[in-house]
């Protein structure tokens, strides 16, 4: 079954998955670019991977729960994806 995935996350400042279950999607991740900080993303060996506002990157075949995200509390970043 395909599922469009749409979805806003407003960051905090402490680290975040985005999604509370397994969801493997093919997506495009969207730092707004009204943001007033960096997304900092999770890397895979722990360290902090900066998002520039209005930077983005399409991901393929991924687990939205091992990734994680903080930065300026009320900044947001988008995905927009699906399960095909």
Same mark, same amino acid.
């Given at each position: 079954m395909n599922n469009v995935i749409m979805r806003e !996350? #407003?960051? &905090?400042? @402490?680290?975040?998955p985005l999604a509370t279950e397994q969801t493997v999607v093919s997506m495009t991740v969207n730092c707004l670019p #009204?943001? +007033? %900080?960096?997304? !900092?993303? $999770? /890397?895979d060996d722990g360290s902090d991977v900066p998002w520039l506002p209005g930077e983005?990157? @399409?991901f393929y075949r991924v687990d939205l729960? +091992? !990734?994680?995200? $903080? /930065? #300026?509390?009320g900044d947001k970043i988008t995905l927009i %994806? /699906? &399960?095909w």
């Open positions: !996350i #407003t960051l &905090t400042d @402490t680290y975040q #009204t943001n +007033a %900080g960096n997304a !900092i993303f $999770k /890397g983005w990157h @399409t729960a +091992a !990734i994680e995200v $903080k /930065g #300026t509390p %994806g /699906g &399960t």
